[in-house]
């Protein structure tokens, strides 16, 4: 199938694709990396972070901060401190540990399902749920173009 590609985990070992993407608080695409099925999410951040579509505002002192929400497949010291390097306040569920009962508060809302949104948008281009190209630029030409169509959305220039 080309670049890009591995034997997926969980399919068979059927050749796939991964999408690393990284999000603002509301969904909207800022990084993305793609990458083999069976490469590792902790493998893909470096990459990811190299990314952004434009130029990421640096964290300042006393400003606001910038937080990475991130499930236990980013639970490693070497993710973990990368992710301080480039500034981020980490929410990183750890590995072993049983996730805390937590009373809801209705005035937070959850953090990981806003990246998982934006996967079913881009799934939502029929074009990349399944991947048809062979070239992997191509294939991420399309991921570039759904990225700016939610962005565009998203700031409401378009229906």
């Not at 990811?48 to 991130?70: D, I, S, V």
């Not at 990981?112 to 991947?131: D, G, K, P, Q, T």
Request: aromatic share 10%; net charge positive.
């Amino acid at each position: 199938m080309g670049k890009k590609t591995g034997p997926n985990p969980t399919d068979r070992a059927k050749s796939g694709t991964k999408r690393s993407l990284l999000t603002d608080g509301e969904g909207v695409p800022l990084a993305l990396a793609v990458a083999g099925a069976n490469v590792h999410d902790m493998r893909l951040v470096p990459e990811t972070l190299e990314n952004f579509a434009a130029r990421r505002p640096r964290p300042r002192r006393g400003g606001r901060k910038q937080h990475f929400c991130g499930d236990k497949g980013y639970d490693y010291p070497d993710v973990r401190a990368l992710l301080r390097e480039w500034g981020y306040t980490l929410h990183i569920a750890v590995r072993g540990e049983a996730k805390p009962t937590r009373r809801s508060h209705p005035k937070y809302r959850a953090r990981r399902w806003v990246v998982e949104r934006s996967h079913s948008w881009m799934n939502r281009f029929r074009r990349l749920l399944i991947r048809w190209e062979k070239k992997a630029a191509n294939y991420e030409a399309f991921l570039h173009f759904a990225c700016a169509w939610i962005t565009l959305r998203a700031a409401g220039v378009i229906g």
